[in-house]
């Protein structure tokens, strides 16, 4: 059987434009973006031009957009300035955040650098709004506030302009993990109330390895990594040339095909969750599966038996890639936080479906068949 890919929220596939788009500068345009002479002119210019295309994309302006390695060091980065230059010293998040943000706040919260606060989730996986409402009153401290656009398990996505609006009314500082919806849903950051968003060029078919930290105008933070002058002196360190141009490639693709690829993606998703609902006796979904949610995510829910209990194993065998929790986090086997946090039902087994517009409606259904014979 040939293999199917059904774990696009932990990894895309490099669009073969974004490697044409790339492939110049992993040959002959290898120069150095701060060297000063005609080759290395023509690296910055490329860096550049990929700045402004990204920021016209989310409407923000060239020196908002500050590129990275990646999701995990653009959320670092943010949480760490916060605390250290922006003089934050509670900070407010969920449970089901990105382990990215999550080790970074108990860190700084184990160095007594902050107070911590969690705010409470819905039982369908949404943030409890007026929970956060009461816990931003009842602060007297000044408060930094990180939710994630959309969950990158269970696919629950979040209110940003309505979370923004209630941190700018208590004057908290907002960061958003948008790893999941950055190539995925149109952004106006100009008009968002936000102060820091992040975003990863391998989640929607570009490169691994860049990274995008969107920071709003009005803030002023130092650098997180020191040892040059590149990124306009707020990320020491020679610049991914060949990720960033692959990035901002990737990017403008994601938005030229927007309408058509999330309407034939959601069209997939749906369909799954039908499919299931049909053959599977006593399937559940974890999180929000409605319009407030990823169009490429689902999370299922199946009862547990003893052939159930391998089933990930058994579909690898099978060469069906799906995920039981979160990529990022394979090797150690403790099951989700995420999961844990919204359906602690020791009788099912979750497994998270996500998807691209290179999945089609056939795969689904010999995922479906195949997962009838295994449980």
């Given at each position: 059987m040939q293999r199917i890919y059904f774990d696009n929220a932990a990894t895309t596939s490099l669009d073969p434009q974004v490697l044409e788009a790339m492939m110049p500068y992993l040959t002959e345009k290898f120069g150095n973006p701060s060297s000063i002479y005609s080759y290395g002119?023509?690296?910055?210019?490329?860096?550049?031009?990929?700045?402004?295309?990204?920021?016209?994309?989310?409407?923000?302006?060239?020196a908002e957009i500050f590129f990275t390695s990646g999701g995990t060091e653009s959320s670092n980065t943010?949480?760490?300035?916060?605390?250290?230059?922006?003089?934050?010293?509670?900070?407010?998040?969920?449970?089901?955040?990105?382990?990215?943000?999550?080790?970074?706040?108990?860190?700084?919260?184990?160095?007594?650098?902050?107070?911590l606060s969690y705010v409470k989730i819905l039982p369908n996986g949404h943030v409890d709004l007026k929970h956060l409402k009461e816990l931003?009153?009842?602060?007297?401290?000044?408060?930094?506030?990180?939710?994630?656009?959309?969950?990158?398990?269970?696919?629950?996505?979040?209110d940003i302009h309505v979370v923004g609006e209630i941190c700018k009314a208590h004057s908290a500082i907002f960061h958003s993990d948008t790893?999941?919806?950055?190539?995925?849903?149109p952004f106006d950051l100009r008009n968002t109330p936000v102060h820091f968003v992040t975003g990863a060029g391998h989640k929607f078919h570009g490169p691994k390895g860049v990274g995008l930290l969107y920071i709003n105008e009005n803030i002023r933070i130092n650098?997180?990594?020191?040892?040059?002058?590149?990124?306009?002196?707020?990320?020491?360190?020679?610049?991914?040339?060949?990720?960033?141009?692959?990035?901002?490639?990737?990017?403008?693709?994601?938005t030229a095909n927007y309408e058509k690829e999330s309407a034939f993606i959601r069209?997939?998703?749906?369909?799954?969750?039908?499919?299931?609902?049909?053959?599977?006796?006593?399937?559940?979904?974890?999180?929000?599966?409605?319009?407030?949610?990823?169009?490429?995510?689902?999370?299922?829910?199946?009862?547990?038996?003893?052939?159930s209990e391998m089933l990930l194993f058994n579909l690898d065998i099978n060469n069906i890639c799906a995920s039981g929790g979160s990529a990022?986090?394979?090797?150690?086997?403790?099951?989700?936080?995420?999961?844990?946090?919204?359906?602690?039902?020791?009788?099912?087994?979750?497994?998270?479906?996500?998807?691209?517009n290179q999945n089609s409606k056939e795969e689904v259904d010999k995922v479906v068949a195949k997962l009838k014979e295994l449980i």
């Open positions: 002119r023509e690296s910055r210019m490329a860096v550049e031009s990929a700045r402004k295309t990204v920021a016209k994309i989310l409407n923000a302006h060239p943010a949480i760490t300035a916060a605390v250290r230059d922006l003089g934050c010293t509670h900070i407010i998040t969920s449970p089901i955040e990105h382990h990215a943000t999550l080790h970074t706040v108990e860190h700084l919260h184990k160095r007594d650098e902050i107070n931003l009153s009842s602060s007297n401290e000044k408060c930094f506030v990180s939710l994630m656009h959309a969950n990158n398990e269970i696919g629950n996505m979040l790893v999941q919806t950055i190539g995925h849903f650098p997180y990594i020191y040892g040059g002058s590149q990124e306009r002196n707020m990320r020491a360190g020679t610049e991914n040339l060949y990720g960033i141009v692959g990035f901002a490639k990737a990017l403008e693709l994601a069209d997939i998703k749906m369909y799954m969750k039908s499919q299931l609902e049909k053959h599977i006796k006593g399937v559940a979904f974890n999180g929000d599966t409605s319009n407030q949610s990823l169009y490429t995510v689902l999370n299922v829910a199946i009862p547990k038996t003893e052939k990022c986090t394979s090797g150690a086997d403790q099951g989700s936080h995420v999961i844990r946090a919204i359906n602690n039902n020791p009788n099912q087994i979750a497994i998270r479906f996500s998807f691209s």
